[in-house]
């Protein structure tokens, strides 16, 4: 009964090294590694986290780049009302001359106004909203902060015929402090997604070791298994021959 329970040992062993191989996978049913499967699960979940904390920063990275380019258009506008505003300043510059400047200005005003609502990622007010959007960034709680800002008021302002240098000049001030702010977070999400990715890589491989075959391996323990599962059937024919041998001399002496 040993033999036998031996060379079915070896039997399933066998079925288990080409299930490996076939799948590429170490423990191709949770029966054949219950506590290495559940391992593996988590790492999965934990890898799905990261992945799709990456996806949330690349949009976070997006919306950044676009608030950016918003208020790079916004700084255009307000540094060209601003030189028209000091011009606008000399005394001796005639209603009429004013005038023209103004009606530029207003212009101007409007771009600004249609700059910022364009400015938008997945529809959200990017330059008319004050606020943070949170962004998940893996599946461990960790996030990273977008702030939105409201320029509106400066478009209101300007509309109203607020000319004041002074007053374009903090405008100038507050967008320049929006940009750098936004530099900023950019950054922080870079940093952000690469720790996701080197945490993935990490994962990734730790999951690879536990649960990919090792072919050469695995190749090599089944070549060993055969031959021995090979080496029992023959001892066990040699058994059963041997006790035949014997029961038939035990037959031939009666």
Known sequence: MNGVSGINNNSY???LYHAQLSSGKKHPTAAAGPVETAVLQKEIEQLKGYEAG???ISSAESAARIADGGMSGVTDSLQRIEELSVRMANGTMSESDKEIYR????QMADGIGDALSSTKYNEQDLLKSDGTVSVATDSNGGTQGLR???LSELVKSI??????IESISNALDKVSSGRSRIGAQTNALEHAMNINRNSAYDVTTASSRLGDTEYGGTISNMKRNEALQN???QMQRRQIQNQQTAANGWMMSL
Not at 103 to 106: K, M, V, Y
């Open 231 to 233: 080496y029992q059937i």
């Open 13 to 15: 062993q066998n079925n």
């Open 148 to 150: 939105l800002q409201d």
């Open 103 to 106: 009606n530029e200005i207003s």
């Open 54 to 56: 990456l996806d949330n």
């Open 159 to 164: 509309k109203s015929g607020d000319y004041d």
